[in-house]
């Protein structure tokens, strides 16, 4: 009987967890990441802001329409791309984002792979956070520094 009496509070319970998980918001950064990787063309229109700037690790420079074609196309595959020693600052409603990891892909220009130092400035469009700014600067290690913090910690 004491069964009974408890199943419509694990039912209370199973709904409010499931609604906040519904309601979560999730992250630009890891969805630009996942959306990269994938070649989910859909995801990115959504994702980058219409004055969209890509910045490879070969320092060519494409605006949304060309990077979206060159994924679309897959003139760019990237098969991993990890963002690590994330660091994020604020100015309004602007975000700054610097962080390392490793990129392996292929592309038909030639660009370094391997650990980059990347950064990323999200901003907000009529309430909406979009990928402004995506850059890959390849990082060269020392055995001093292995990752490009050295001197930030």
């Not at 660091?87 to 602007?94: A, D, I, L, P, S």
Request: glycine share 8%.
């Amino acid at each position: 009987m004491r069964f009974f009496q408890f199943v419509p509070l694990l039912l209370a319970l199973a709904l409010c967890l499931a609604g906040g998980i519904a309601h979560a918001k999730a992250d630009p950064v890891e969805q630009y990441t996942e959306a990269v990787i994938t070649g989910d063309v859909a995801a990115l229109e959504k994702l980058l802001a219409p004055n969209f700037w890509y910045i490879g690790s070969n320092g060519h420079i494409r605006d949304k329409a060309h990077f979206i074609e060159e994924i679309k196309d897959k003139k760019l595959v990237v098969d991993r791309m990890t963002l690590s020693n994330i660091r994020e600052t604020k100015v309004g409603e602007t975000r700054l984002l610097t962080a390392n990891g490793v990129f392996h892909g292929t592309s038909e220009m030639p660009r370094p792979q391997g650990l980059m130092r990347y950064t990323m400035v999200l901003g907000d469009n009529k309430g909406t956070e979009q990928v402004v700014l995506f850059q890959a600067t390849p990082v060269i290690s020392t055995p001093e520094c292995k990752d490009g913090n050295c001197k930030i910690k």
